[in-house]
């Protein structure tokens, strides 16, 4: 390998994930990798690390981000790694981050591989991604040989728990069993999954998860094996690989999705049983029935606003619920699901799509409005950035004080002159206060950027609103690629509690992120603000 002279610039990038590796080992990747710069001649100029994060996706790992940001800003030459892995072991993220640092000029060293060129970035991607799935494959195998223990593999079902000790064995908790039991005879006797949902809400049942119990949480999902009514283990039946985990590359989440028949598992669990045979046959019965009957209905075309809609009591979603002589009219999901919203008001959705067009067509026609609300968001922005160094700075110099504390304590207890019982209290509340001081810092987070807004995706997005201002004043419901670009620019539409011949309160919340006009690669970052601010609220009330 090429030696460099001395006061070249390196970065040092470590990673460990949690299924395979221990926190220390970021201190021992770092360590090696500082020992082979000294050793090459090397300025190690920043460290990058990422704890307890799979390399099967750069998504959600901090900092390669803020490598990636360094390296556009020439802040190092070189690269140094363990190895090729530690960035990635997906062929197209290693072979994208091996571009992109290339183009800035930056070098990657693997203390264990040497320098990086395309045909080694290559090899070790394909190794990174043979290695992934080997894994999943013997996880995978693993879980076949917990099913045919007659354990359980799969998360928490309502109704049991795991025995402390004995992994995969559950439990069943007498008092969530009998509300199984009830939901399942109500439900074969013919009450609705949403008036069971609101029973057991209105009487403080706790549910599976969540804040309240809904239709869905009863009804479920045949293929998944998901709801009360679906899920085999109430039958004392084990049902496991319905579906798998897949990374979805463009976002780095991962997605379900459903299993051939031929691939699940069964065991039988007849110490798992909550409900007997009959009751489960007849509510499954019923349950077909009911899906038979909705199979005939005509799907629905998505609107303007479908999936921005919220209900202001609850910040639940809006869905559509039937049509008068007026037109589709919408109601709060979650009131209608499980009436633990108290908004059961019915809204006009074309009168919702006018006001909220209406509304973004006044607040775009004036370009000085546009400029004045431009200059004020940036203005906050620069002044809340300003405002979280300060209040991250403090806190960083509290949590030296606090360290300092702490080393002082142990080495008094190290030379024996204090004992252990004096100053245990004390320790433990500085340890209390150095936990609390790290999680502010996580959660305070990097709020150094203000985002920049470029005039020509401005002049974009008027022109995409007068657009769509022209088609809605025609009859009928837009083209769904038509109202695209608007999506792109609000966030979520609130639709406020109203009674009787009350006019409409709609909130518009916009995502400044679609006026940046900036490269982001590869994750997004957006930025929201709320459109009726003083001085530039626009008409919430209308028709």
């Known amino acids: 390998m090429t030696r460099h002279a001395r006061g070249t610039r390196a970065a040092v990038y470590a990673r460990f994930s949690t299924d395979l590796q221990r926190d220390r080992s970021i201190d021992d990747q770092v360590a090696l990798c500082r020992t082979f710069a000294e050793r090459n001649g090397y300025e190690v100029v920043a460290t990058f690390h990422d704890r307890a994060r799979s390399g099967a996706s750069i998504f959600g790992r901090d900092g390669l981000m803020r490598l990636i940001e360094a390296a556009r800003a020439q802040a190092f030459d070189i690269l140094v790694v363990e190895a090729l892995d530690r960035l990635s072991r997906d062929q197209e993220d290693l072979a994208g981050l091996y571009k992109r640092l290339t183009f800035q000029g930056v070098k990657i060293i693997a203390v264990h591989d040497g320098a990086a060129d395309p045909v080694q970035i290559g090899v070790r991607g394909m190794l990174g991604s043979l290695y992934l799935l080997d894994l999943a494959n013997k996880v995978r195998r693993g879980m076949d040989g917990v099913i045919r223990d007659g354990r359980h593999a799969g998360g928490r079902a309502y109704g049991y728990r795991p025995i402390p000790g004995k992994p995969g064995e559950l439990e069943i908790v007498p008092e969530e069993a009998e509300v199984v039991r009830r939901i399942f005879s109500l439900y074969r006797n013919g009450t609705s999954p949403r008036s069971i949902a609101a029973m057991l809400n209105k009487e403080g049942v706790p549910p599976p998860r969540g804040r309240a119990w809904n239709a869905s949480t009863i009804n479920g999902n045949k293929a998944r094996g998901h709801g009360i009514i679906q899920n085999p283990l109430y039958r004392g039946q084990i049902v496991w690989n319905r579906v798998r985990m897949v990374l979805d590359p463009d976002t780095g989440k991962r997605i379900s999705r459903v299993n051939p028949e031929s691939e699940w598992r069964y065991a039988d669990a007849p110490h798992l049983r909550i409900v007997e045979d009959d009751d489960a046959k007849a509510a499954l019965r019923r349950k077909e029935e009911t899906t038979r009957e909705g199979t005939l209905k005509v799907p629905r075309t998505k609107r303007m606003l479908s999936g921005l809609l919220e209900c202001g009591c609850c910040g639940g979603g809006m869905a559509i619920v039937g049509r008068d002589f007026s037109g589709q009219r919408i109601q709060c999901s979650t009131f209608r699901e499980s009436s633990s919203c108290t908004n059961g008001s ?93 999680r502010q810092i996580a959660l305070a987070g990097d709020n150094s950027n203000v985002v920049e807004l470029h005039p020509t995706a401005i002049e974009r997005y008027r022109q995409n609103v007068a657009e769509l201002g022209m088609i809605m004043s025609g009859s009928g419901n837009p083209p769904w690629e038509i109202v695209q670009p608007l999506r792109e620019v609000v966030d979520s539409v609130i639709v406020m509690p109203r009674a009787a011949r009350e006019p409409y309160e709609i909130r518009i919340m916009g995502v400044l992120s679609a006026l940046t006009g900036q490269e982001i690669w590869p994750a997004e970052v957006s930025a929201i603000a709320v459109v009726a601010e003083e001085g530039l609220e626009p008409p919430t009330r209308g028709l």
């Open 346 to 438: 019915r809204y006009y959705v074309e009168k919702i799509e006018r006001i909220v067009l209406d509304a973004l067509r006044q607040q775009l026609a004036d370009p000085d409005l546009i400029a004045a609300y431009l200059q004020r968001y940036q203005a906050q922005r620069r002044a809340l950035a300003s405002e979280a160094r300060r209040e991250r700075a403090r806190i960083e110099r509290r949590l030296d004080d606090v360290e300092g504390a702490i080393k002082r304590l142990v080495d008094a207890l190290v030379d024996g002159t204090v004992e252990k019982d004096d100053v245990a209290p004390r320790m433990a509340e500085l340890k209390a206060e150095r936990e609390d001081l790290k």
